[in-house]
């Protein structure tokens, strides 16, 4: 129990060197990737909770976030820009001369995004499976609408611009890491026992004392509150943002970085926001000329997607259930993963994903 | 099974790094060019038709300051996010000296913050939202604004076609065209000194297919012209269906139309329509104009589209700017992007604004007999 608290805090001190050597050191393409790994991270552990843990087949992500993200735009660009850029449609009274400092943007940002949830999920949840999917699905794309049509509030299709950039590694991991301790937390709980009961079997739950619509709403707030934040720090860090982008592929893209990391595993969502963002990106190099040193290969722009959805094909149809299954990873599984003992034994050794497999 | 798949992985990881790697000279001989465009998702078709604007212009003129000009071609996906990303790249690792793009507004504005920050002088190419380059000294573009087109038909309507009273028909998801629509009532209603004479306005979202609700209101109002930007596959669709309800006064728009579908889905029924342009294929507005049509027939077989030329435009006003300043100072190089005036282009004479947006002639165009065909210019 002393080993895991000690190598919890090597870990925290390590990631803050890492953090602080970024932030110095790597040029602005590299630190914007970090920051949309960590973004994405929180965004994953907030669908899973939703997804993975309570079993709510749920598709409104992109909604949620375009909530939380137009909140906090509304609320941090400064007066003057907002004249600049509702210059057709002027901006609701109260709203134009309205700016609080980020954080505290961002926290209404996602208690407004959670609001908002609630106010669906009263009615939707009591919706099951597929019909879950396609009444949340639907709701993400009323959103997307009502935003394109309330010039006055939202600028229409015309989008926000200027938004100040404070999003940075700080700000990105340090909310990644809050969201990430939140959302464990209540797994561990009581409460998030009985998510995961409902998860399993409704009618067994809910034979056993637990109020389900309690529950699944809980459940459904916290992850919409979450989504909200990830969706303003999204926009912050885009500093430019409209309708078009809360599309339900947005959502799509997040739901794939939760299967693939595994429904109903935090650390997996975490690992697989990080490779789905970083692999996406590190591609690139498909698109370009490549340069074997004895031949020169022309890049065709366009292979990089072709390459990664054959990717993503080979490791779902591999790992079924993802990468992590619905494992976590903890210390415990790592000082006794077969790589760690197989090097001081001399064994044969196999990745830690699979650790607790065979 | 799993092991072996494992370390197949490993081995592409490492030969794949291996590559990257070597990838990297730097040659100081070359100047970069850096082309961000959507070539895959939903603006993957608009994307390219610019890069092969782009990539003609740099055949025929490979070279600056006798440094040779390499284009980095990046994918932006259609994504703003991802746009984001591609723009950084550009700016961050692969070092431009300037940077091409993108087509959609909303893609180009994600770059703004980070080429403004990065000091690299952008010059979109058919990006039209006035936010684009609004309070950004480092964007440019070739093109002119949504608030010109607009004012551009309203004129037409009035003096052209002496309508009093117009009905305006909107794609309300899509940026361009409320802002099309928005300086048209502008306009028209200075025009026509009268408030009201915009008689209705209806809204559509992209991808819808009937529009009989909306069209039935209009036809009651009996307007004399029916404004509608919008995308060319609702817009062809929903002047079929007006032409069915028996609605016959004039309808009008703006560039998006000039596709081959427009043509294909609306058939009979979108002879005569009238609607403002960059280019115009038939008569070459300069000496610029003639060479890259005769080029790009040559290259690509085919008649080439207004992006393509403002592409191209995009490629050798950048280039021009290069030569004048006569160094790859980006900050130099901005400084005569923004003096630019009468620079001779493809697609017309540019003079960039205050904003850094061109001041150019429209062109007005029509369908005549299942083809585009040029109708009128239009000065600013």
Redesign the interface.
């Given at each position: 129990m002393r080993r895991n608290t000690i190598l919890t805090a090597i870990a925290l001190l390590l990631l803050i060197g890492f953090l602080a050597f970024a932030d110095n050191f790597f040029?602005?393409?590299?630190v914007?990737?970090l920051n949309?790994c960590a973004i994405y991270a929180i965004l994953g552990l907030s669908m899973n909770l939703i997804n993975g843990f309570t079993g709510l087949f749920s598709l409104g992500h992109a909604g949620f976030m375009a909530v939380g993200a137009y909140v906090t735009a509304l609320l941090t660009i400064p007066p003057d820009?907002k004249k600049?850029?509702f210059?057709?449609t002027p901006i609701m009274s109260p709203l134009d001369v309205m700016n609080l400092p980020f954080p505290l943007a961002l926290l209404v940002g996602g208690l407004l995004t959670a609001f908002v949830a609630y106010l669906i999920g009263a009615p939707a949840l009591k919706l099951k499976g597929d019909y879950l999917a396609i009444a949340t699905l639907g709701f993400g794309e009323i959103i997307r609408?009502i935003f394109?049509?309330t010039?006055s509030i939202t600028n229409?299709?015309?989008?926000l611009?200027?938004i100040p950039?404070t999003t940075n590694l700080w700000w990105s991991f340090g909310t990644a890491l809050f969201t990430l301790v939140v959302i464990a937390s209540l797994i561990r709980s009581s409460y998030g026992r009985a998510l995961m009961a409902i998860r399993e079997d409704e009618v067994a739950a809910e034979s056993m004392g637990i109020h389900l619509a309690k529950h699944k709403n809980l459940s459904f707030i916290i992850g919409a509150f979450f989504a909200g934040i990830g969706g303003g720090l999204?926009g912050n860090?885009?500093?430019?943002?409209?309708?078009?982008?809360f599309t339900f592929?947005l959502t799509f893209n997040i739901l794939l970085i939760i299967v693939l990391g595994g429904m109903g595993s935090l650390s997996g969502s975490v690992i697989s926001a990080f490779v789905v963002t970083i692999a996406n990106?590190?591609l690139?190099?498909l698109?370009?000329?490549?340069?074997?040193?004895f031949m020169v290969i022309q890049g065709k722009?366009?292979t990089?997607?072709v390459v990664f959805s054959v990717l993503l094909m080979v490791v779902v149809l591999?790992y079924r259930n993802g990468l992590m299954g619905n494992r976590e990873l903890t210390w415990d599984q790592l000082c006794n993963s077969k790589i760690w003992r197989g090097l001081s034994a001399r064994k044969r050794g196999?990745?830690i994903a699979?650790g607790g497999e065979k | 099974m799993?092991?072996n798949?494992?370390l197949f992985f490993m081995a592409v990881l490492v030969v794949?790094v291996a590559?990257?790697g070597?990838?990297e000279k730097k040659d100081s001989n070359v100047i970069k060019i850096g082309v961000f465009e959507p070539?895959?998702g939903a603006n993957a078709a608009g994307g390219q038709l610019e890069v092969e604007g782009i990539k003609l212009a740099n055949k025929l003129y490979p070279e600056v300051l006798g440094k040779k000009v390499e284009l980095?071609?990046?994918?932006n996906?259609s994504?703003?996010?991802e746009a984001?990303?591609a723009a950084?790249?550009l700016?961050?690792?692969e070092k431009v000296t300037a940077i091409i793009g993108s087509w959609g507004s909303?893609l180009s504005?994600?770059a703004?913050?980070?080429v403004k920050?990065?000091k690299v002088p952008t010059v979109g190419a058919s990006c039209t939202?006035?936010?684009v380059t609004?309070?950004n000294e480092y964007y440019f573009r070739v093109c002119f604004i949504d608030p010109f087109q607009g004012t551009v038909m309203a004129n037409y309507a009035f003096n052209k076609l002496n309508a009093k009273k117009a009905a305006i028909v909107q794609e309300?998801?899509?940026?361009y065209?409320?802002?099309l629509a928005?300086y048209f009532t502008e306009n028209f209603k200075k025009l026509t000194g009268d408030p009201n004479c915009v008689v209705a306005v209806a809204?559509y979202?992209t991808g819808d297919q009937d529009f009989s609700a909306q069209l039935t209101n209009i036809k009651s109002k009996n307007p004399d012209v029916i404004f509608a930007p919008g995308n060319f596959t609702e817009s062809a669709l929903l002047i079929s269906q007006a032409r069915k309800l028996g609605i016959t006064c004039p309808i009008i728009g703006g560039d998006t139309w000039e596709t081959q579908e427009f043509l294909d889905i609306g058939k009979k029924a979108v002879e005569g329509v009238v609607f403002s342009t960059f280019f115009a294929s038939e008569t070459p507005i300069t000496n610029e104009s003639k060479t890259f049509l005769e080029e790009y027939r040559k290259e690509y077989k085919k008649e080439p589209a207004a992006v393509a030329a403002l592409g191209y435009d995009a490629y050798i006003l950048i280039l021009d700017a290069i030569k004048r300043a006569g160094t790859t100072d980006t900050v130099k190089i901005r400084e005569e992007l923004a003096k630019t005036t009468n620079f001779e282009g493809a697609a017309g004479f540019i003079s960039l604004d205050e904003n850094g947006d061109a001041v150019k002639d429209a062109v007005i165009k029509h369908v005549k007999d299942g083809k585009f065909t040029y109708l009128d210019t239009i000065k600013p």
């Open positions: 040029d602005l393409y590299l914007r990737i949309l820009v600049q850029i210059y057709m609408v394109t049509n010039q229409g299709a015309l989008g611009k200027g950039n999204l860090l885009l500093g430019t943002i409209d309708p078009k982008m592929t990106e590190w690139r190099f698109d370009e000329q490549i340069n074997l040193g722009v366009g990089r997607m591999f196999t990745a699979e | 799993k092991r798949l494992m794949a590559i990257t070597c990838g070539i895959t980095v071609i990046a994918d996906k994504d703003k996010v984001a990303t950084a790249r700016v961050e690792k909303s504005m994600a703004g913050d980070i920050k990065g939202n006035p936010l609004k309070g309300v998801s899509n940026d065209a409320v802002g928005n809204n979202n």
